[in-house]
């Protein structure tokens, strides 16, 4: 079974920059949806933004001009650059990954905590 490992979290200061990489143990083929989300501390996990249909991307309205997902190759499928860091932007940060179809397959990775100070 394949699994993700995401890196580059970490404490910064408002304003700063982070880039977090998703690397997989093993090549991950088929993706069809693959994006980053997170969850701060008492709150539900959201989508931040993702790759869908080839390359189309989307953002949630809090990081749109700030965050940019792009797309790596089969053993790191996936990176978010992170840019004006705000506190709000504080929590868990996990990436997902699925393959389509056929036998569609979801991965999760055990997230990377981002604490950003005022």
């Known amino acids: 079974q394949v699994q993700l490992v995401e890196s580059g979290g970490g404490l910064v200061q408002a304003g700063a920059s982070l880039r977090l990489s998703c690397e997989a143990s093993?090549?991950?083929?088929?993706?069809?949806?693959m994006g980053w989300y997170r969850q701060a501390p008492g709150k539900q996990r959201e989508l931040v933004a993702a790759?869908?249909?080839?390359?189309?991307?989307t953002y949630a309205n809090s990081v749109k001009g700030r965050f940019t997902i792009s797309r790596g190759n089969a053993n790191v499928p996936v990176y978010l650059q992170m840019n004006s860091l705000k506190p709000e932007d504080t929590a868990v940060y996990y990436c997902?990954?699925?393959?389509?179809?056929?036998?569609?397959?979801?991965?999760w990775g055990q997230g990377t905590q981002v604490t950003v100070s005022s």
């Open positions: 790759i869908v249909s080839g390359d189309t991307t």
């Open positions: 997902f990954v699925r393959t389509g179809l056929p036998g569609s397959i979801d991965y």
């Open positions: 093993g090549s991950i083929f088929n993706i069809d949806f």
